[in-house]
């Protein structure tokens, strides 16, 4: 793919992830700053960026966080040069309070933020509606429609920055970001040099400024009433208007399709939601006396609408979220939609037969047992032993801890996979966080041990000032940080403890043990595979006070898979028991590794060495010692 991205054919079609396709309109349009912090849906935005940085002659960083990441991307636009961050909807919080002030300071060069949200939670712990922030911040918003509108959107979006002199955000969803479709390309333009900065050159973000805002977004507004990205298709007066954005544009059109309602119907498709281009929705409004508003998760487009047929005194029936008619599996203002569930609207609005669901991939009629299966852990993933010990260790002291957890790999340690272990889950930081602050309520009669978890990446990107703050005030708790050498769920980009940046260039790793050291915190190591030891270890700190850090370091084990040959792992059926060992079939049912099966057919464990990672920690929790590791007597 990277050859087709940096390929200088334009007319050339390629079938492009949405993703991809970003990438390819950030490239045309001569982007010379990339930055972001990994996250699904958004993360192969940057590794794309980083892999053609040196053919195209852009720079690419994996920053610590999604503010400073935007920090910089921003410095690089007060320079002149052509600046992109990307961000999941979760990191477009993070970088809230910067975008707050982006919006009143402008920028210079084109600076382009994407923003990719993740409706129905598909890889996050929430679905959040990004596009609230473009409003909030009066930055203009745009939302692709298409995979070669997600090309062509980024490309002009840097244009659009640069005449208004205001960042620009996009807005994606998973659909569009993983989803696939034809693109056509583009011509590339030339890159800028950077521009030497003087005495009085100055971005910054003061309330009188705001004025000047207003009057940008004016003009942002006369622009979009013009853009290419908005387009009407249906009668000229039609029965019912559908006004809708990004995916619903989709599932709008098949639903029209399929229900047979295309003379009926039209359907106006906004790619610049915001600030609205009220001519050009007025023009509409006018001509028809029914609207649904169709789009993901909150209903933004249809509030804005619904306000301006309000001043403008149109006399117009409004269906979509607040009326119920479009809704994902839970309701209004949640899930995904689909070209089914924009039908069940437009037949109930429109009272005409509904065909068939297609979302119903087996026939309900028929009894079809599909066996359930629980998050869990990678086999041989460190985090699982991480929990398992510190269950165990919370057992021996045998007064109910409580752990306050962390988002990323080890969230399903609010789960059985982690012995439901967590008692908090929240954003990134919000564990050690809240555990600086139970930590300090023994005065008021709290006696339980507190531990907080989050993984390497996690420490660097929000962990430190928490952490600060637990020291300062002396906080009695211990902090489990998972070391696994990656920002592992998101497809093991590297962080500040790998020393590796995005671009691949090798420097000097940064030390978790040292920076926890250099904040006074009582610091120690340990091997989770070692469960025995690290429970031990878990079950000492506990017993302390002050602020305690125990480093569980162990690669993951994917990112150890790959780099070799891994140890063989098996049962030695002669030594299992089965049921008759009384450990209550502990290494596939308690201990929970995906490779740990039971064989019903031989009733005794079985190791699946297709999916074993070759660990050994079964091994050594096996109470007959049935479990034999290659290699190791």
Same mark, same amino acid.
């Given at each position: 793919m990277q050859s087709v991205l940096t390929m200088n054919q334009p007319g050339a079609q390629f079938l492009m992830m949405g993703n991809e396709a970003i990438t390819r309109g950030a490239l045309e349009a001569g982007v010379q700053f990339c930055s972001s912090y990994p996250g699904s849906p958004s993360a192969e935005i940057l590794s794309l960026l980083a892999a053609t940085a040196k053919t195209c002659g852009h720079y690419a960083e994996w920053s610590t966080n999604e503010i400073v990441?935007?920090?910089?991307? $921003?410095?690089?636009?007060?320079?002149?040069?052509?600046?992109?961050? *990307?961000?999941?909807?979760? %990191?477009?919080? &993070?970088?809230? @309070?910067?975008?707050?002030?982006?919006?009143?300071?402008?920028?210079?060069?084109?600076?382009?933020?994407?923003?990719?949200?993740?409706?129905?939670?598909?890889?996050?712990?929430?679905?959040?509606?990004?596009?609230?922030?473009?409003?909030?911040?009066?930055?203009?918003?745009?939302?692709?429609?298409?995979?070669?509108?997600?090309?062509?959107?980024?490309?002009?979006?840097?244009?659009?920055?640069?005449? $208004?002199?205001?960042?620009?955000?996009?807005?994606?969803?998973?659909? *569009?970001?993983?989803?696939? %479709?034809?693109? &056509?390309?583009? @011509?590339?333009?030339?890159?800028?040099?950077?521009?030497?900065?003087?005495?009085?050159?100055?971005?910054?973000?003061?309330?009188?400024?705001?004025?000047?805002?207003?009057?940008?977004?004016?003009?942002?507004?006369e622009i979009f009433e013009t853009s290419p990205f908005n387009y009407y298709d249906g009668p000229e007066r039609p029965e019912l208007l559908i006004i809708t954005c990004g995916t619903g544009w989709f599932y709008s059109r098949e639903a029209v399709s399929r229900l047979g309602v295309s003379d009926r119907v039209g359907i106006l498709k906004l790619g610049t939601t915001w600030p609205l281009p009220r001519k050009l929705v007025k023009s509409?409004?006018?001509?028809?006396?029914?609207?649904?508003?169709?789009?993901?998760?909150?209903?933004?487009?249809?509030?804005?609408?619904?306000?301006?047929?309000?001043?403008?005194?149109?006399?117009?029936?409004?269906?979509?979220?607040?009326?119920?008619?479009?809704?994902?599996?839970?309701?209004?203002?949640?899930?995904?939609?689909?070209?089914?569930?924009?039908?069940?609207?437009?037949?109930?609005?429109?009272?005409?037969?509904?065909?068939?669901?297609?979302?119903?991939?087996?026939?309900?009629?028929?009894?079809?047992?599909?066996?359930?299966?629980?998050?869990?852990?990678?086999a041989g993933c460190p985090h699982r032993a991480s929990f398992f010990a510190a269950k165990n260790a919370l057992e021996i002291d045998g007064r109910q801890g409580v752990v306050m957890g962390d988002i990323g790999c080890y969230t399903m340690g609010g789960a059985k996979a982690g012995h439901f272990l967590l008692s908090s889950l929240f954003c990134m930081g919000g564990g050690i966080g809240m555990a600086s602050g139970m930590g300090k309520l023994e005065q008021f009669g709290f006696d339980q041990p507190v531990l907080a978890m989050a993984g390497d990446s996690t420490f660097f990107h929000a962990c430190l000032p928490a952490l600060v703050n637990a020291r300062w005030n002396n906080s009695k708790?211990?902090?489990?940080?998972?070391?696994?050498?990656?920002?592992?769920?998101?497809?093991?980009?590297?962080?500040?403890?790998?020393?590796?940046?995005?671009?691949?260039?090798?420097?000097?790793?940064?030390?978790?043990?040292?920076?926890?050291?250099?904040?006074?915190?009582?610091?120690?190591?340990?091997?989770?595979?070692d469960v025995a030891n690290t429970t031990e270890k878990i079950y000492q700190l506990i017993q302390q006070p002050g602020v305690k850090v125990l480093i569980l370091r162990q690669t993951c084990a994917?990112?150890?898979?790959?780099?070799?040959?891994?140890?063989?792992?098996?049962?030695?059926?002669?030594?299992?028991?089965?049921?008759?060992?009384?450990?209550?079939?502990?290494?596939?049912?308690?201990?929970?590794?995906?490779?740990?099966?039971?064989?019903?057919?031989?009733?005794?464990?079985r190791i699946d060495e297709v999916v074993c990672n070759g660990c050994g920690v079964c091994a050594s929790l096996c109470p007959q010692g049935a479990i034999k590791v290659e290699g190791r007597v």
């Open positions: 990441a935007l920090e910089a991307a $921003t410095a690089a636009s007060f320079a002149g040069l052509r600046s992109i961050c *990307i961000m999941k909807q979760n %990191g477009a919080n &993070v970088a809230a @309070d910067f975008i707050m002030s982006l919006g009143l300071s402008g920028c210079r060069g084109g600076l382009v933020m994407i923003f990719a949200d993740d409706p129905a939670s598909h890889s996050s712990t929430n679905e959040f509606d990004s596009r609230n922030l473009a409003r909030w911040a009066e930055i203009p918003l745009l939302e692709p429609g298409t995979f070669q509108e997600a090309k062509d959107m980024t490309k002009w979006a840097f244009e659009l920055s640069e005449q $208004t002199q205001s960042p620009v955000i996009i807005r994606s969803v998973t659909r *569009i970001c993983h989803g696939r %479709g034809n693109v &056509v390309l583009g @011509d590339f333009l030339p890159k800028k040099q950077a521009n030497k900065l003087g005495q009085w050159d100055k971005l910054i973000a003061l309330n009188p400024l705001h004025p000047f805002t207003h009057q940008k977004l004016a003009r942002i507004q509409h409004l006018e001509k028809c006396p029914r609207v649904l508003v169709v789009e993901e998760v909150d209903p933004f487009l249809e509030q804005n609408v619904m306000v301006l047929a309000a001043q403008e005194e149109i006399l117009v029936k409004f269906f979509g979220k607040a009326s119920g008619h479009i809704k994902g599996p839970g309701g209004p203002g949640t899930g995904e939609l689909n070209p089914d569930v924009v039908m069940d609207g437009l037949s109930e609005v429109l009272g005409v037969p509904r065909p068939r669901r297609t979302d119903v991939v087996v026939d309900p009629e028929k009894d079809i047992d599909i066996p359930a299966r629980d998050l869990t852990f990678c708790m211990l902090f489990l940080i998972l070391d696994n050498e990656a920002t592992a769920m998101t497809g093991f980009q590297p962080h500040p403890g790998t020393g590796q940046t995005a671009m691949g260039e090798q420097g000097v790793p940064f030390s978790i043990e040292g920076i926890c050291e250099a904040m006074g915190a009582d610091v120690h190591i340990a091997d989770p595979y994917l990112v150890q898979s790959r780099r070799g040959a891994k140890p063989r792992v098996w049962v030695e059926q002669e030594i299992c028991l089965g049921d008759a060992c009384g450990c209550g079939r502990f290494c596939s049912r308690v201990f929970g590794c995906p490779a740990c099966i039971w064989d019903a057919e031989a009733g005794k464990a």
